[in-house]
């Protein structure tokens, strides 16, 4: 890897974190709008068109006043894939980022030991912010955003399913727990299904390609017509918007998979609520900082 000269401050680095949240916090991407848009479009009910018209229009404010979209702002997740530059002290300007924007947009204090309950206050903890990292031979470091609420996230699942089980043990599961969950993640939803690896491997999964843009297909046509059938069997449910009944359960199902033990099928299952929130960023070493609207890997 060939080093691009000039450094990255610590302190843009710090500042772009607290852009990215705060954009995160109260503008959801072009797709997410777009999904709703279409969804309040296509009911006929009274009351799943009224949750969809309030969900629009929070947005719109959301956005017109800079404020978050709910109050539960999530843990602070980040995906970094750092490039051939220089970086001063990057986890540390992301934390010190964090507690930033916690106090200047603010951000409901939301994280707490698991044993004890105390609350930091400054959405700081062990180990969170959670960073995971990834290499490129990019001449930028990139720096994504995922504040996930935990409405949505309480009614993640895991199974590891017997081979046998094949693709109707997989669509099975899926179904199941969409079932289970109702309306407590906040539908319309965007899932994310994670196949294979091991069990950490598909939870991974499951949660990174809800990054991807609800209009993008998998390139694998197999999972493409697996992320659509899947799709229609949750929009059948009626669960609808927040729960009441409708068209419209989930707004996108985005599916990932990595290959896995000859034993093994495990299917992990990530839910995101309608505010699917997530802001990315590159950082060139000459100081230059790009915000993309959608992630494009």
Known sequence: MKWVTG???HKLVRETTVELLRRAVTEVSPDIKEGLTQAYKKEVDSIPKLQLKTIIKNL?????????????????IFYVAVGSVRIDRLEEAIIEGVKEATRVIPLRPNIVDPFTRLNSGTNLGTKIPFINYRLTDKKYVEIIAFPKGAGSENVSALSMLTPSQGINGIKEFVLDTILTAGGKPCPPTVIGVGIGGSADIAMRLAKEVLL?????RHRNSMIAELEKELYNLINATGIGPMGLGGKTTTLGVNI???DCHIASLPVAINIQCWANRKALAR???NGKVSYQKQWED
Not at 60 to 76: F, N, R
Request: overall charge positive.
């Open 212 to 216: 991807r843009p609800i209009n993008r």
């Open 60 to 76: 719109k404010l959301a956005e017109e006043k800079k404020i978050p979209i709910c109050q539960d702002t999530g843990v602070p």
């Open 283 to 285: 950082i060139y070493s």
């Open 7 to 9: 450094m990255i401050s």
């Open 256 to 258: 990932d998979y990595a």
